[in-house]
């Protein structure tokens, strides 16, 4: 199984500051020494965290693949077309979303995105969609001349939160909530069974399988335990460890400057 690490978030908290600290391209390095496959970094429409100077950066220090989501916006095509990635996942982009909110409707878009495959693909980057575990949504994938699919794992991953934590639920998983906990654990069983019989009929039409979305630390198990998933990307549950992980080297980095 291959990991790519979604750094978004990195530039996150740069924007909460608009200087250059943290500098993404230093978690690429990092991301490199702890045995990552690949950097997967989203550039949206508005610019929220990721910039274009971010994916030139990234790109241009060949440390590891680089997978860039984007949704299929003219200029961001074009741009990446001049970049040109190890590959593009194309996903659904929705200005007020929080996330990526549910799967690229390949069949409504088929013709803009067939046109955007084969003009990555005759750059020599390779083409990933970003779908829910739709069957019909991934034999369009075929047809427009994808090589790979991202199963999106948001729906899995928030009715695992739901039953196993007591952590803030996202808009969609409080509406869920109104349901009885056996309902919830029938819905949780079929996100599981949708997603294997996706990779499965996926990996069958010659797709590569990926997954990613919601992915953390407790949630990993049962899409581990797919064989067609060769690849996870994750990011927010791994930047989000990251900082309890650190915060005590960088305090006490503080306290010896300000004690000495
Ligand atoms: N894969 C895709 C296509 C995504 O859009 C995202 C979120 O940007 C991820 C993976 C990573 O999701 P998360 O941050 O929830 O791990």
Redo the contacts with the bound molecule.
Sequence with gaps: MLL?V?I??IATLREARKINDPDPLEAVFIAKRAGADQI?L?LREDRRHMHDSDIKRVRESSFLPLNV?CSINPQIIDFLLEVAPHRI?L?PENRAEV??EGGLDVIGNSERIAEIAQAFKQKGVEVSL?IDAQLDQICASKEVGAQMV?L?T?AY?NLHLMLNTNLPLTHNAIESLQLPREALKAQFHDSIESLKNAAKEAKWLGLEV?A?????YHNLAPILAIPEIVEL???????ARSVFSGLETAIKEMVELVKR
């Design positions: 790519g979604n978004d978030h997967t989203h989501e996942t996903v996330t990526t970003f991202e999106h948001g991953a990926a990613g979305h919601g992915l953390n990307n994750i990011g927010q549950s791994i930047i």
